[in-house]
């Protein structure tokens, strides 16, 4: 792999991990539809010089691929979000990790990709992981608490995020990798909005926003770059390589979690979250 892209990849992981951290902060302050509907806004604002020379590569063909692609990424998004707003931004973000074997599957079927032994191994060894770390305690009480909050909810949205990663990955190398986070993030800013004059009212979301301006700059910045990255990544290698070497983010999260918000987590989820790590690098090393 050429070092541009492996640098375009780890700096998606990065920007990803800090985007994580501000995403859980920004969550619990103003809410979730609310959050996603700043990073959708700003995300697209930010993009906009970048996509005006690849707007004519919209067709009616692909506007409906990338329609689709938006309205999962808004509800994979709510789901994303809801998870990190209830649960330890250490665990969630690990068990997001089921991601990467999805990507792969959806990746074999979809877009024909190849996979060896070691890699099957590998992806293997993540579930393992990701079932160890979703596990609040050692023994299972008799209790309905048997995983941590968002556990769940983390597990189906990264399962998702994977049919996302897919055709992200199908857009950035058959459209543009620009147009591919563009317009779905219309879509997404356009269905938030929606919801939210339902709700709470546009009075109140820019009253928010106001309130927290530099936290939601934040995170619409570095989740707007992770994905810009990623795309960029994808549109000149595999889904499941670029996939796998960004999924290392949770490294830069569970430290801004453990250092910024003081969580605790035991020590077989440390044991479960090493497991992790270690096999989707190692599953960017040798592929």
């Known amino acids: ?7 375009l990849a780890f700096g998606a992981m990065i920007s990803w991990g800090i985007g994580d ?5 920004s969550t619990r302050k103003i809410g979730d539809i609310e959050s996603l509907a700043w990073i959708g806004i700003i995300g697209s604002i930010i993009l906009l010089p970048l996509v005006l020379k690849d707007l004519h590569l919209i067709s009616k063909d692909n506007f409906g691929i990338l ?3 938006g309205v999962i990424d808004f509800f994979v998004s709510i789901g994303i ?15 997001l990790e089921i991601e990467l074997p999805a990507t792969l599957i959806l990746g074999i079927i979809f877009l024909n990709e190849k996979l060896s032994w070691a890699v099957i191994g590998l992806i293997s060894l993540i579930f393992v992981g990701t079932s160890i770390i979703a596990f609040e305690h050692k023994k299972i009480h008799k209790k309905l608490r048997l995983f941590e909050k968002g556990a769940i909810l983390a597990f189906f949205a990264a399962v998702g995020m994977s049919a996302v990663n897919v055709l992200t990955g199908f857009g950035a190398k058959n459209i543009s990798p620009l147009i591919v986070i563009w317009l779905p993030w219309l ?11 339902r709700t709470c009212g546009l009075k109140i979301f820019l009253r928010n926003a106001g309130r927290h301006k530099k936290l939601i700059l934040g995170m619409s910045f570095f989740d707007t770059i992770a994905w810009l990255f990623y795309a960029l990544a994808l549109s000149k290698n595999e889904v499941a390589i670029i996939t796998a070497i960004t999924e290392s983010y949770p490294m830069i999260a569970i430290f801004l979690g453990l250092w910024f918000n003081r969580e605790r987590i035991f020590l077989h989820q440390y044991i479960g979250a090493a497991i992790t790590l270690g096999a989707s690098i190692t599953i960017a090393l040798i592929s």
């Open 67 to 69: 329609f689709i692609l």
């Open 81 to 95: 979000f809801e998870a990190l707003k209830k649960g330890k931004l250490s665990v969630v973000d690990v068990i």
């Open 187 to 197: 879509i997404l800013s356009f269905l938030c909005l929606l919801q939210i004059s």
């Open 21 to 25: 951290f501000l995403i859980q902060k």
């Open 1 to 7: 792999m050429e070092l541009p892209i492996i640098l």
